[in-house]
């Protein structure tokens, strides 16, 4: 599975943006599609993540009300809309494929967001 993933900019405090992950490859396996970011000097966390073959949507507390995960099943993308952004959302985003077991496999190379005060 290949993931690319785009969209990341930079944006005032309380603007918006668009994440967009398209996965190509052998995406039977897929079982789960997230989001992930970093800031600088801080670990990964999790974002946000939907069933690959449902439709259940998980948020992180720190975006619940602020980000939508969304996805297109006829273009393999998924995509994460970023409202009210904060300044503490600037990081590194990161789109990753997972098996049953929430072993994440396969990652795309990151897009910056940076947010402005």
């Not at 077991?101 to 947010?115: A, D, E, F, I, P």
Request: charged share 15%; aromatic share 12%.
């Amino acid at each position: 599975v290949q993931l690319q993933a785009s969209g990341g900019g930079l944006v005032q405090a309380g603007g918006s943006l668009r994440l967009s992950c398209a996965a190509s490859g052998r995406t039977s396996s897929t079982y789960v599609m997230s989001w992930f970011r970093q800031a600088p000097g801080k670990e990964r966390e999790f974002v946000a993540a939907t069933i690959w073959t449902g439709s259940s949507t998980y948020y992180a507390d720190s975006v619940k009300g602020r980000f939508t995960m969304s996805r297109d099943r006829a273009k393999n993308t998924v995509y994460l809309q970023m409202a009210s952004l904060k300044p503490e959302d600037t990081a590194v985003y990161y789109c990753a494929a997972g098996d049953h077991g929430l072993k994440y496999n396969y990652w795309g190379q990151g897009t910056q967001v940076t947010v402005s005060s």
